[in-house]
Nanobody, 124 residues
C-alpha cells in the first residue's frame, strides 16, 4: 500500500509560480514512476507530467511543456511539480499518482495509487 499526500496548492495570479509537493509513504518509493494529473471543473482528469523511478526520464503534456518541471527526491520519498508562467487554464485539482512500473506512463491506468488532490487556482 502507498499513501500519497499533496501540498502546495493555492491561489496565484497569471504569470506566477507554485511548487506542488507529494509526500509518499508505504512501499519502496524509488521502485516506481510517479506522475501528476489534473482535473478542472466539468472536465476529465488529464495527464500533466511523469517521472521514471530513477528520475532519469520525464514526460510532459504539450500544454505544460516548457512551463512545468517534475522532479523527485528518492531519499525523501517526495515528488515535486514546479509550475511557472501559470495561466488561468491551469486551474484544476492536481493529483499525485504512483505508477505500477519503473518507466514513465502517460495514461491513468498505469498508476496504482492516487492522492486526494490539491487545488490550484490561477486568476487572470
Amino acid at each position: 500500500q502507498v499513501q500519497l499526500v499533496e501540498s502546495g496548492g493555492g491561489l496565484v495570479q497569471a504569470g506566477g509560480s507554485l511548487r506542488l509537493t507529494c509526500a509518499a509513504s508505504g512501499r519502496t518509493f524509488s521502485s516506481n514512476s510517479m506522475g501528476w494529473f489534473r482535473q478542472a471543473p466539468g472536465k476529465e482528469r488529464e495527464f500533466v507530467a511523469a517521472i521514471s523511478a530513477s528520475g532519469g526520464s520525464t514526460l510532459y503534456a504539450d500544454s505544460v511543456k516548457g512551463r512545468f518541471t517534475i522532479s523527485r527526491d528518492n531519499a525523501k520519498n517526495t515528488v515535486y511539480l514546479q509550475m511557472n508562467s501559470l495561466k488561468p487554464e491551469d486551474t484544476a485539482v492536481y493529483y499525485c499518482a504512483a505508477g505500477s512500473r519503473r518507466a514513465v506512463v502517460r495514461t491513468s491506468d498505469g498508476y496504482a495509487y492516487w492522492g486526494q488532490g490539491t487545488q490550484v487556482t490561477v486568476s487572470s
